[in-house]
């Protein structure tokens, strides 16, 4: 009985299942696609190459020559690149997923790669997440790549040394790729996390615990999620924030320099606390933005999405609540700590990456990402090295340098096209053309299209 199905019927079953489950779209699938007379950003150093031709067969860039020596193999499909800008696919470093829910999983991925983005980190994770993650890479979903921490280590689950090396080797083995730390621990667990995690041969990032402060994670935690955790873990730890100039200058220098000799990397997901603060000032205008249309309101309630995540609408949204008019001039001093920090980082040679903290109120997945490089470049990186955040230093990160982060003749084809220079203005970076994903053309109105049949697919599914 297994054979009833003649050979072509078979295969026409097997593409035919193959559409369906396709996912999150199916792109421009042809074998082979050129990028013809474009201007290149490759991102291994500032350099731009203009009048390029870049040839990429299934899903790895296969030739990159000026245009008049490019040779098209015949059938190849051309995408006009005279006047336009490639640069790497992003890379989000601290995305999160919602933990279950299938349809809003893909909306969510929808609107990572309708924002150029290729590849995510995901902060909280899940064994939905992780079976999605492996659906992904096994190309049964055509989705950004993700790569996923297991969930929270933090209090009060997670009180002991013998607790958090259990959760440090079952998370090991479930397969998540980075365990994520969250508030405060006891020296003893926090100890036991980076024994039991070398052992493991599995990185720990995330929040720095406030009670040990900064020494304590510098040189054993891998990455340090947010630039507001050095706030609490270093220029407030023990008394207040400081507000002489030269103090903090000199505070900023010192960090600075201990960071990047421990070999810590910094996402200092700077624009996540700055819309913390308009919404304290001003949510109705958050909340009125064009790109709120893409959220439905089932992921704004706070319980769709993680563990920690609040409600966006008033009299749900915490920040409103918590924060009086009154307060707003010290959170935009702390604010401008945090930019002198990342500024003196960036001097320091820390490695910084671009990270936006989705599904904090009023902080939408993929849209989020121009705000964080605005406000990295704001802090005073160049657009170039606001870009490398989000590409070549990422793939550094993931140890995947070889395969992704810059353009090269070997590389996955993960790429954005873009209407203007991104290396004059980051703004550029949003001036999106279309986007490859893996050798998949997507062009800027099947991106639309796609994306809105997301949002109808959650809405659809949302929870009564
Ligand atoms: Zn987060």
Redesign the pocket.
């Known amino acids: 009985m297994i054979n009833v199905l003649s050979r072509p019927t078979a295969a026409l079953a097997l593409v035919l299942l193959l559409a369906l489950s396709a996912g999150v779209a199916a792109g421009q699938s042809a074998s082979c696609s050129a990028f013809v007379d474009v201007s290149l950003v490759p991102m291994d150093r500032e350099q731009l190459l203009v009048h390029q031709t870049v040839v990429v067969r299934s899903e790895r860039i296969w030739q990159i020559a000026p245009v008049g020596d490019a040779r098209l193999p015949s059938g190849c499909y051309v995408i006009e690149g005279r006047r336009r800008y490639l640069i790497p696919g992003l890379v989000d470093s601290?995305v999160?997923l919602p933990l279950s829910r299938t349809t809003d999983e893909m909306l969510v991925l929808q609107l990572l790669l309708a924002n150029g983005i290729t590849t995510g980190i995901n902060?909280?994770g899940s064994p939905e997440i992780l079976a999605l993650r492996e659906r992904i890479n096994g190309g049964d979903i055509l989705a950004p790549k993700i790569y996923t921490t297991g969930p929270f280590i933090q209090q009060p689950a997670f009180m002991t040394a013998d607790q958090v090396r259990d959760a440090v080797i079952s998370q090991k083995r479930q397969g998540y790729d980075f365990i994520k730390v969250h508030g405060e621990l006891t020296k003893e667990a926090y100890d036991a996390l980076f024994d039991t995690a070398r052992a493991q041969h599995v990185r720990v990032v995330g929040h720095v615990p406030s009670n040990l402060g900064i020494d304590a994670a510098l040189g054993r935690q891998s990455l340090i999620?947010h630039a507001e955790e050095f706030l609490y873990s270093y220029f407030q730890f023990q008394r207040n924030l400081p507000t002489d100039e030269y103090e903090i200058a000199r505070m900023v220098a010192d960090i600075s320099r201990k960071t990047a000799r421990s070999g810590t990397w910094v996402s200092p997901t700077l624009s996540v606390f700055r819309q913390i603060i308009f919404q304290a000032a001003d949510l109705g205008a958050l909340l009125e933005r064009p790109e709120m249309r893409y959220m439905p309101r089932h992921l704004t309630t706070g319980t769709a999405v993680g563990a920690t995540n609040f409600g966006w609408y008033p009299p749900d949204n915490p920040y409103v609540k918590r924060w009086l008019p009154e307060k707003i001039p010290y959170l935009r001093a702390q604010y401008s700590v945090m930019q002198h920090l990342v500024h003196g980082l960036r001097d320091a040679g820390v490695p910084l990456l671009a990270g936006t903290?989705p599904f904090v109120p009023c902080v939408i997945p993929g849209f989020s990402m121009k705000d964080e490089l605005e406000q990295l470049y704001e802090a005073g990186l160049t657009p170039y090295q606001v870009l490398a955040a989000a590409t070549s230093n990422a793939a550094r990160f993931l140890n995947t340098s070889d395969s992704t982060g810059t353009i090269a003749v070997g590389k996955i084809a993960d790429l954005v096209l873009l209407g203007a220079n991104p290396l004059n203005d980051v703004d550029n970076v949003f001036r999106q053309e279309g986007v490859m994903l893996r050798g998949h053309w997507f062009p800027e109105d099947e991106l639309q299209t796609k994306l809105l049949e997301a949002v109808s697919a959650s809405t659809a599914s949302a929870p009564h």
């Open positions: 601290h999160h902060m909280e999620v903290d």
